[in-house]
C-alpha cells in the first residue's frame, strides 16, 4: 500500500501503529513525531487514522457503558488485539459492526465482543 510518495516512515509501519498512537501508548517521542509527519504527507494514512480513531472511540465508549471494572482491562486487550489487525486497505469501503454480548449468573460472567469489518471495492 502507497500513495506513490516517498515517506521516511513506510506506510506499513505507520499503519501497524495507529492503535496504539491513537492510544498514545507510543513512550517513544520520535516514533510519534515519524507518524504525524506521515499523516500530514499521506492522504490515505490519514484517513486511516481517523477510521482507527472513530473505532477506538466506538469501543472505548462500548466498554465504559457495558464493562465490569473487573472485565474491562482483558476485554479492551482482546478488543485491541482485534482490531490491530493490519489489513492495509484504506482505499477500501470500510463498514464495520459491533455485538456486544454479556451473560452474567450467579458464578460467572461471560463477554463476548464481536466486531465485523468488512471492505468492499469503492
Ligand atoms: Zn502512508
Known amino acids: 500500500m502507497s500513495c506513490g510518495n516517498h515517506h521516511n516512515t513506510p506506510c506499513t509501519d505507520v499503519l ?3 492503535v496504539l498512537y491513537i492510544d498514545h501508548e507510543i513512550a517513544d517521542q520520535a516514533s510519534v513525531q515519524a507518524i504525524e509527519l506521515h499523516i500530514q504527507e499521506c492522504a490515505p494514512c490519514a484517513a486511516r487514522t481517523t477510521q482507527e480513531a472513530l473505532i477506538n472511540q466506538q469501543l472505548k465508549a462500548l466498554l465504559n457503558r457495558s464493562c465490569r471494572e473487573e472485565a474491562s482491562e482483558q476485554l479492551r486487550n482482546n478488543v485491541n488485539a482485534i482490531i490491530r489487525e493490519p489489513s492495509n486497505q484504506p482505499y477500501l469501503q470500510w463498514s464495520q459492526s459491533i455485538t456486544y454480548t454479556e451473560i452474567t449468573t ?13 471492505y468492499e471495492e469503492e
Do not use: G, L
Open 16 to 18: 501497524h501503529a495507529i
Open 106 to 118: 450467579d458464578s460467572f460472567t461471560h463477554t463476548r465482543v464481536e466486531i465485523h469489518e468488512r
